[in-house]
T-cell receptor
């Protein structure tokens, strides 16, 4: 099973809302990632969790709050977002090694109104 | 950090044509992946290829790590091959850095 599952697939939220994106994998991977992708651009790294601990935060604004409750789950809590935060949010997982393959979920398409 | 450049940025072909996509990277790497992003946004793993040559059906890939480039070959293109192709290299143990992508359009 090489599947990473993200929910929801689509999300529309107002600037005062609080919502969460969820990601789950059952490949036994110990590294999980959040990427953000704007239209016609490549994915850009936001956060990395390694062994359930936050190891990389790419200077992401605090209105994005990641959480890794266990080795299979990754959440991204959203609060007071701006319209420019509208994007495709991709979750990925891999082993926390250099020579390892990463697998991506199908993404959550977020629109902030 | 490591730089990843892909060429060409856009490619339009007729069904049945062959194509070669290129990925250059600025530093030695131990990890390189090719992905196909479909119109719905999903990144589909094509190859994990830090060096050497691999083939999977109509697709094949070659990475020459010493010369810092990788090539993705698509033969007998089909309309379902349309989408964006990304190469990505790993910087350190945790950061996957993407190129800008090649947007491939296959016309019937």
């Amino acid at each position: 099973d090489t599947e990473v599952t993200q929910t929801p697939k689509h999300l529309v939220m107002g600037m005062t809302n609080k919502k969460s994106l969820k990601c789950e994998q059952h490949m036994g991977h110990r590294a999980m990632y959040w990427y953000k992708q704007k239209a016609k651009k490549p994915p850009e790294l936001m956060f990395v969790y390694s062994y359930e601990k936050l190891s990389i935060n790419e200077s992401v604004p605090s209105r994005f709050s990641p959480e890794c409750p266990n080795s299979s789950l990754l959440n991204l809590h959203l609060h007071a977002l701006q319209p420019e935060d509208s994007a495709l949010y991709l979750c990925a997982s891999s082993q926390p090694l250099v020579n390892t393959e990463a697998f991506f979920g199908q993404g959550t398409r977020l629109t902030v109104v | 950090g490591i730089q990843v450049e892909q060429s060409p940025p856009d490619l339009i072909l007729q069904e049945g044509a062959n194509s070669t996509l290129r990925c250059n990277f600025s530093d030695s790497v131990n990890n390189l992946q090719w992905f196909h992003q479909n119109p719905w946004g999903q990144l589909i793993n094509l190859f994990y290829i830090p060096s050497g040559t691999k083939q999977n059906g109509r697709l094949s890939a070659t990475t020459v790590a010493t010369e810092r480039y990788s090539l993705l070959y698509i033969s007998s293109s089909q309309t379902t091959d349309s989408g964006v192709y990304f190469c990505a290299v790993r910087q350190g143990a945790q950061k996957l850095v993407f190129g800008q992508g090649t947007r491939l359009t296959i016309n019937p």
